[in-house]
């Protein structure tokens, strides 16, 4: 079946996506099946975590979760910087995100609670946590890293790690927009523009305070 797109843009989204799974396929060999199981196997751990905050609190908690395979272009680029073998096996043994989650919520409360859940739960042993939402990274980047050591036997160690990353909207949409100015070329006034993501970084991160203090307050009435 053909569809209808007058730009192409549909046609191109699909194209790559196919192009991308097929390197991936390729990239990754033996272990992609295993690595597409394992991150539906997590997805479903974190949505029954958040599923139960939910029925808790009586309210969801979360937006949204999505979650990714990183791409054999990002890994190998990543081995390569880290001076590693940039094959599949070196990936299952230096790279602590392979398999990647972005959970995002409306509070920043509501990250922590989740990541105290997580630990709680142990389905998954948390084996290192990163809070740049307490300790921001200089350019403004807020989140909390959660890396697990999951059950892997496909691995020479038997375990691999992923990573969990939790914020809020506002943290998502200014890391998507600074992702997109890292990974795009020929931007003028890249100086200005960094520091007015620095600065809008500080004004979101002061919002989100606030509307947590806020939804604090009506709840105590």
Known sequence: MTFVDPI????????????????????????????????????QWLRKLVDAYAKQAGETPVEHIRSRIKTAEGMQEKLHKKGFETTADSALANVSDIVGFRLVTHFVGEVYDIVERMKQDGTFRVVKEKDYIANPKPNGYRSYHVILECPFSEAESGTIR??????????????????EMK???????????ERELKRCAGEM?????TMQTLRDMIRKG
């Open 8 to 43: 192409g843009k549909f046609r191109w989204i699909v194209g790559r996506g196919i192009f991308m799974e097929g390197n991936q396929s390729a990239y990754y060999g033996q272990y992609y099946i295993p690595l597409q199981n394992l991150e539906q196997e997590i997805l």
């Open 183 to 193: 990974y795009k070329k020929h931007i003028d006034n890249v100086e200005l523009i």
């Open 205 to 209: 991160a002061s919002t989100d305070l």
């Open 162 to 179: 992923v990573e969990v990353q939790l914020r809020t909207i506002a943290m998502d949409c200014w890391a998507s927009l600074e992702h």
